[in-house]
């Protein structure tokens, strides 16, 4: 009876938690378009062979289950980063060079959600913002909603919705449609996570993630932290969570991956941002 007892405490469904592994990682134009070209802007080069090398190698080192990227120009190059055998990929159908997806664990299985598209306000206008990509993961029965945004650059601490500040007036023209998505995720009791270059510090008292979590509460992985990628910083890269991801994320096991390659040079040759991961223990 003991050994009877023993044996279904092993196999209760407390014992079968796992961990999921989630990163962010902002891969800074990674396209293979050539440089000059009317969609890159003056200066910037595309990467050479042996530097998408190395982000793979990265890549396969920061093992993730899922990695929400941005700055990557179409499934066939982010396929050179995420190895199809590992990962499947999921990209917005943005028409941009700078676009926003998942790599996913093959292992993993998910669906597809629309593109949140009312992120580009510039949608009529001969350059856009980036939409952000939207997916559910089926982990055994286990739903979570991951959302991968790249937001307005240019506001990192500013004052938002400021028309003399043209990249903090679009940021804070974002902001409502971001909390139009966490307020529709928390009026169906989902588990939600989002992930990716939000562009703002976000420090304690920020406008932006407080008024983010007006309709629910939110946890972000990165709160009260400074980020120790390129001679350290604020995070712009962040997981925030909602419902009851917010229990599952394992803050404490936040990790910055550092390149081992620290002359400036390497920072516009991979990127200028690090991948960011954090652990889900999941019921």
């Known amino acids: 009876m003991r050994m009877l007892l ?3 405490l092993l196999i209760s469904p407390a014992a079968q938690a796992s961990d999921l592994k989630l990163a962010a990682w902002n ?12 969609d ?25 289950d899922v990695v929400a990227f941005s700055e990557v120009d179409g499934p066939e190059i982010a396929a050179q980063v995420f190895p199809p055998e590992r990962y499947r990929i999921h990209i917005t159908n943005d028409q941009v ?14 669906t597809a959600n629309p593109d949140l598209l009312g992120l580009d306000l510039y949608a009529h206008a001969r350059y856009h913002l980036r939409s952000a990509a939207d997916i559910t993961l089926d982990l055994s029965g286990v739903k979570l909603r991951l959302l991968a945004v790249h937001l307005k650059s240019g506001c990192r601490d ?43 510090w976000m420090q304690p008292g920020d406008p932006f993630f407080t008024r983010l979590s007006t309709a629910t509460s939110l ?7 400074h980020s120790p990628c390129w001679g350290g910083g604020g995070f712009l890269d962040h997981l925030v969570a909602g419902g009851a991801a ?7 096991t936040l990790r ?21 991961s954090v652990k889900l223990h999941l019921p």
Not at 97 to 110: D, E, K, M, S, Y
Not at 159 to 178: E, F
Not at 246 to 252: A, D, G, I, N, S
Request: aromatic share 8%.
């Open 246 to 252: 917010r229990e599952w994320m394992q803050v404490q």
């Open 158 to 200: 500013g004052t938002l919705g400021d028309t003399r500040d043209a990249a903090c007036h679009t940021l804070g023209g974002q902001l409502p449609i971001l909390q139009d998505w966490v307020t529709k995720r928390a009026a169906e009791g989902a588990a939600f996570i989002m992930m990716g270059d939000f562009n703002r």
């Open 97 to 110: 060079v700078q676009r926003a997806g998942f790599a996913v664990r093959r292992t993993i299985a998910f």
């Open 219 to 225: 946890t972000r992985a990165t709160e009260g932290l």
């Open 40 to 64: 890159l802007p003056e200066g910037v080069r595309p990467k050479r062979p042996e530097d998408i090398a190395i982000l793979r190698g990265y890549a396969l080192a920061l093992d993730a």
């Open 6 to 8: 023993l044996i279904l």
């Open 27 to 38: 891969l800074s134009w990674l396209t293979l378009r050539p440089a000059g070209g009317a």
């Open 256 to 276: 910055v991956m550092l390149y081992r390659e620290t002359a400036m040079a390497w920072k516009e040759r991979l990127s200028d941002h690090c991948p960011v």
